[in-house]
Antibody
Framework: QVQLKESGPGLVQPSQTLSLTCTVS????????VHWVRQPPGKGLEWMGR???????DYNSALKSRLSISRDTSKSQVFLKMNSLQTEDTAMYFC????????????WGQGVMVTVSS | DIVLTQSPALAVSLGQRATISCRAS??????????MHWYQQKPGQQPKLLIY???NLASGIPARFSGSGSGTDFTLTINPVQADDIATYYC?????????FGAGTKLELK
């Protein structure tokens, strides 16, 4: 069945770089877009960016200068890298599959909590 | 970006009807396609798709959930509300990139 699972460090120091991995199963990255969405504690959902099935990427304009999304299709993994982290980047980070035909998120990972603190 | 506005919270009694609204800053409909979707999120969990394209029930979702609307105004209805439905509900549009979410409506027990 379709699964997505995020992994990465739970604690990152301010000004450092965050690296997260989304490992997927049950579908191919060459057939579906995968997005990253984050949620600060007690707040709503913020779209961060996506990698399309063909490999092209799009980013939230507010994060574009700090964010990079890539993938390794052979390992069924999508990567998020974001630099210059600040305390306001403390959030739960989710990866989610995009169902292209009706344009919604049909499967989500469980999320990984990232705290930015010294 | 398209801004989606939701009321922060709604208090409802078990067994009653809950109506949650979402208003878009511009139309999210293309022809007969209403590109608005609804998700449920419980504390500590990931969002779960409830309704897609405004009125279509996602797989495995109980029939007490329904959606309606077009253009800029959309509604998620839960009838009757059960204890398991206490959660935060988000609308999301895919009419334009980037996809955007409402701030969420927290469903609470009266």
């Amino acid at each position: 069945q379709v699964q997505l699972k995020e992994s990465g460090p739970g604690l990152v120091q301010p000004s450092q770089t965050l690296s997260l991995t989304c490992t997927v199963s049950g579908f191919s990255l060459t057939s579906y877009h995968v997005h990253w969405v984050r949620q600060p504690p007690g707040k709503g959902l913020e779209w961060m960016g996506r990698i399309q099935n063909g490999g092209s990427t799009d980013y939230n304009s507010a994060l574009k200068s700090r964010l990079s999304i890539s993938r390794d299709t052979s390992k069924s993994q999508v990567f998020l890298k974001m630099n210059s982290l600040q305390t306001e980047d403390t959030a739960m980070y989710f990866c989610a599959r995009w169902y292209y035909y009706d344009a919604y998120f049909d499967y989500w990972g469980q999320g990984v909590m990232v705290t930015v603190s010294s | 970006d398209i801004v989606l506005t939701q009321s922060p919270a709604l208090a409802v009694s078990l067994g009653q009807r809950a109506t949650i609204s979402c208003r878009a800053s511009q139309s999210v409909s293309i022809s007969r396609y209403n590109l608005m979707h609804w998700y449920q999120q419980k504390p500590g969990q990931q969002p779960k798709l409830l309704i897609y394209r405004a009125s279509n029930l996602a797989s495995g979702i109980p029939a007490r959930f329904s959606g309606s609307g077009s253009g800029t105004d959309f509604t998620l209805t839960i009838n009757p509300v059960q204890a398991d439905d206490i959660a935060t509900y988000y609308c999301q549009q895919s009419r334009e990139s980037p996809p955007t979410f409402g701030a969420g409506t927290k469903l609470e027990l009266k």
